[in-house]
């Protein structure tokens, strides 16, 4: 089975430019995650989504971050306008709610360099 | 005050040791408590759940204590393999999300 799918793997913009990550979670999984990690700041939950709505998104730095999932195969995470402090590993991940198993599936991520 | 803290190391041991880590919480809500582990550049990965009675998967123990909102991680008969980054997660009541702890490292030496 394939994992949960992200792209670009790496991604290096100016400052001011528009970012957009994108993610396919696992089939028949209907939560998914989008997280940040830094060395400073460890990993760090963004926004989750349950069958597409937005559930919790107080992790959103800012107004310059959006995310939408238009359909239970894809969802977007967008940064605009990006600013060098961007500069990460966002990772997505999904999850299915089946009995008490909460383990989270993670994609391998987006490098992101914002210069 | 983090959520769940976590010393970040790194713990430098020789193969066939034994290693602990240790993890502290600071919701006494908390549900449910895993351990991930992260390779160099590479993505987090379920270890193992923490269940309140303790529980070992092979050479890894976990074992939670609630009362004092903690958690540990044991390995025995280190291996090379084993050099990583774990993460010590946890679930809070009501909420699917994970909070998951900044990592020790470990490095397993020959």
């Known amino acids: 089975d394939a994992g949960v799918i992200q792209s670009p793997r790496h991604e290096v913009t100016e400052m001011g430019q528009e970012v957009t990550l994108r993610c396919k979670p696992i089939?028949?999984?209907?939560?998914l995650f989008w997280y940040r990690q830094t060395m400073m700041r460890g990993l760090e939950l963004l926004i989750y989504?349950?069958?597409?709505?937005?559930?919790?998104d107080s992790g959103m730095p800012e107004d310059r971050f959006s995310a939408k999932m238009p359909n239970a195969s894809f969802s977007t995470l967008k940064i605009q306008p990006s600013e060098p402090r961007d500069s990460a590993v966002y990772f997505c991940?999904?999850?299915?709610?089946?009995?008490?198993?909460?383990?989270?599936?993670f994609g391998p991520g987006t490098r992101l360099t914002v210069t | 005050r983090k959520e769940v803290e976590q010393d970040p190391g790194p713990f430098n041991v020789p193969e066939g040791a034994t290693v602990a880590f240790n993890c502290t919480y600071s919701?006494?809500?908390?549900?449910?408590f895993f351990w991930y582990r992260q390779d160099c550049r590479k993505e987090p990965k379920l270890l193992m759940s923490?269940?309140?009675s303790g529980n070992e998967d092979g050479r890894f123990t976990a074992q939670l204590n609630r009362a004092s909102q903690y958690i540990s991680l044991l390995i025995r008969d280190s291996k090379l393999s084993d050099s990583a980054t774990y993460l010590c997660?946890?679930?809070?009541?009501?909420?699917?999300?994970?909070?998951f702890g900044s990592g020790t490292r470990l490095q397993v030496q020959p």
């Open positions: 089939s028949g999984h209907d939560y």
């Open positions: 919701n006494s809500a908390s549900q449910s």
């Open positions: 991940a999904s999850s299915s709610p089946r009995g008490q198993v909460y383990e989270q599936y």
């Open positions: 997660v946890v679930k809070d009541t009501g909420r699917r999300a994970l909070t």
């Open positions: 989504f349950n069958n597409n709505v937005p559930i919790d």
């Open positions: 923490v269940y309140s």
